[in-house]
T-cell receptor
Framework: DTEVTQTPKHLVMGMTNKKSLKCEQH?????MYWYKQKAKKPPELMFV???????INESVPSRFSPECPNSSLLNLHLHALQPEDSALYLC???????????????FGSGTQLSVL | GDSVTQMEGPVTLSEEAFLTINCTYT??????LFWYVQYPGEGLQLLLK?????DKGSNKGFEATYRKETTSFHLEKGSVQVSDSAVYFC?????????????FGKGTMLLVSP
């Protein structure tokens, strides 16, 4: 299994809603990432978890709350979002084992989020 | 900080034409370099990578050579197909603490017509 699976594929939410994005991988990877991608732009790093610990938070607003319940799962909890948060949210993983030859990232297909 | 510069798109080609997408980078240390491809409505797929100077990455007819002297990693393909139409991102990795973070270029859209 060489996939990163993200659910849901599409999500529409209002500004007062609470929702969660889910990401799962069964490749034994120990580093997992959330990226945000606006239309026609490159992905921007939001968070990195290494060995289930938050290692990087790129000054992301607190209305985005990541969670890594175990080594295979990564969630992104959303609350009180703004319309400008509408974007494709991509999850990625990598081995995280310290071997540089394995540093390529595997990306999921993303969740297309629309905030109304 | 690290940065990646790609040629502006869209690049419009006819099928079987030769493709070059330019990519240059600025980085401290010795980053690994990557080309990722994104098809409409999908996530990013690794196309090829190179981890040190003079390495050539190749996959599906695409090639790129890590040129340290010119800080470049240009993507080439000898004969493009309609199915190659996608957005191509050049990226470099900053490796620390046992994991990588990627810095992406702005992306280049490739449109191939029959």
């Amino acid at each position: 299994d060489t996939e990163v699976t993200q659910t849901p594929k599409h999500l529409v939410m209002g500004m007062t809603n609470k929702k969660s994005l889910k990401c799962e991988q069964h490749m034994g990877h120990r580093a997992m990432y959330w990226y945000k991608q606006k239309a026609k732009k490159p992905p921007e790093l939001m968070f990195v978890y290494s060995y289930e610990k938050l290692s990087i938070n790129e000054s992301v607003p607190s209305r985005f709350s990541p969670e890594c319940p175990n080594s295979s799962l990564l969630n992104l909890h959303l609350h009180a979002l703004q319309p400008e948060d509408s974007a494709l949210y991509l999850c990625a993983s990598t081995t995280g084992t310290g071997e540089r030859a394995n540093e390529k990232l595997f990306f999921g297909s993303g969740t297309q989020l629309s905030v109304l | 900080g690290d940065s990646v510069t790609q040629m502006e798109g869209p690049v419009t080609l006819s099928e079987e034409a030769f493709l070059t997408i330019n990519c240059t980078y600025t980085a401290t240390g010795y980053p690994s370099l990557f080309w990722y491809v994104q098809y409409p409505g999908e996530g990013l797929q690794l196309l090829l990578k190179a981890t040190k100077a003079d390495d050539k990455g190749s996959n599906k007819g695409f090639e790129a050579t890590y040129r340290k002297e010119t800080t470049s990693f240009h993507l080439e393909k000898g004969s493009v197909q309609v199915s190659d139409s996608a957005v191509y991102f050049c990226a470099l990795s900053d490796y620390a603490g046992g994991y990588s973070t990627l810095t992406f270029g702005k992306g280049t859209m490739l449109l191939v017509s029959p």
